[in-house]
């Protein structure tokens, strides 16, 4: 039996609502046939437990993998030249996520009903649509990354022969065409293959940082292993969303006409067109405050950041990974009109998130300085600081984690852009000023500025919202 017909007598998500839709509680022989189809909110959230589990058991792999391979390149180029490669990376990235679409969400937001529906054409057009978005921006992000490149590269601290290997870097983003199988993976709660895929660049990276290192190699070859660590992930990923569609026989008799694919589906633009720009606001303020460090304090400040934020990122990357196994549920249950249900399973993650938040945050606190010394090496010892209060802002969205995808769930996408927007010119316009002011550690006192901002808005309006449902 496949995950599809799994689905069958599980809600999904309601008829495509546009971004103002709303959902009203069902009736009380709703909620009771519900729960005895495994709706209930303790079942709900043990699910999301445990499909999070499954990605944070590889996660965790990952990450003891990401600080190994950082660990490597650190002492063996210092902070300098480890932070071109920092710098090249972060640049790709950042085009990458501005000229992306969140196709994933559309996917899982619209495909979920039509799978429930047995509507198989509907479906084939939704996924044609969310391809062509990945394809189109992938190739517009290529082109504005290696032109810009030619400008802004010196003004970040790369030399004359650098700007030439980050403009090659820059086809790492025609080759992340992975929102799509992002979108199909999660949809048919696939984290397992998820969790696989997840380990693929650190392990990659890993085993070509040890080889480098022990040849004794140039930063030139730390960056090719990291392109074709990124590279192989990606083309790894497109195979198995491939491979799961196959499975899953939803793509017999699709053709490739591309005519009247948004047709079907209500509201999908503004949706989509929300999706994207919150998914840059999401990520940009992050990514500028690392290109922001290049430009005032170099290469070797940048580098600082790099692993403050690889070390305080594991809490970001937690929230994050409770987001993506959370959201299925959450739309299922807006689907099914559950407003109870809802709100309690919502409060519940965020009790969850804070608890996490808290406990890494003393852990950090103890140990950081001693782990940055022994991992990373005298030219990292200065990271304590920005680690420190990165730890702290992480923690603050930890907490808050459930309630943006809640502002999807429900159909109200547009807020939680609104929210991020706010949040994101707060936290670049306190970059601005602290980095002159204060130096490296402005960077982390910017983060916990702009994170606590979005989530007190996140707070005050989820919960208003909910409490009307």
Known sequence: MTTRDN???????????SPEGSITSGSATDVTQRQSDGWSPDHLFRRVLKNTGIVVSSKGVAVVAGVAYLSLAAQALGAAQFG?????????????EIVSFKSWQALIRYGAAYLDKDDLGAFQKLLKLTLCLDVASAVIGFLIGAIAIQYVGPRFGLAPDAVPLATVYCVLILINVKSTPLGVLRLFNRFDLLGFQALIV??????????????????????LVWFIAGALSALVLVCLGWRELKRQKVTEGMDWRLRGLASPHEGIWPFVWTANFHGTANMASTYIATLSVGFILGPAGA?????????AGALTKAAQLFNSTIYPELAKLA???????LRQIVFKSGKLGLLIGSLFTVIVFVAGQ??????????FADAYGVLLILTLAS?????TFAFEPTLYAIGRPQLALYIKLVAGIVHVSAIIVLLMEIGLIGAGVAAL?????????????ASRLLARI
């Open 7 to 17: 689905q069958k007598g599980m809600a999904s998500d309601a008829d495509a609502p």
């Open 84 to 96: 071109i490669i920092v710098l090249i990376h972060t640049y790709s990235a950042f085009v990458r």
């Open 202 to 223: 650190p392990i990659l990276r890993l085993i070509g940082v040890g080889i480098a290192s022990y040849m004794g190699a140039s930063w030139q070859i730390y960056l």
């Open 303 to 311: 580098a600082l950041l790099k692993v403050a934020q690889e070390i």
């Open 335 to 341: 689907g099914s009109q559950s407003g109870a249900y």
């Open 370 to 379: 001693p782990v940055l010394f022994y991992l990373f090496g005298d030219d």
């Open 395 to 399: 923690s603050v969205a930890m907490a």
């Open 449 to 461: 500025i702009g994170n606590l901002v979005a989530a007190i808005l996140l707070f005050v309006i």
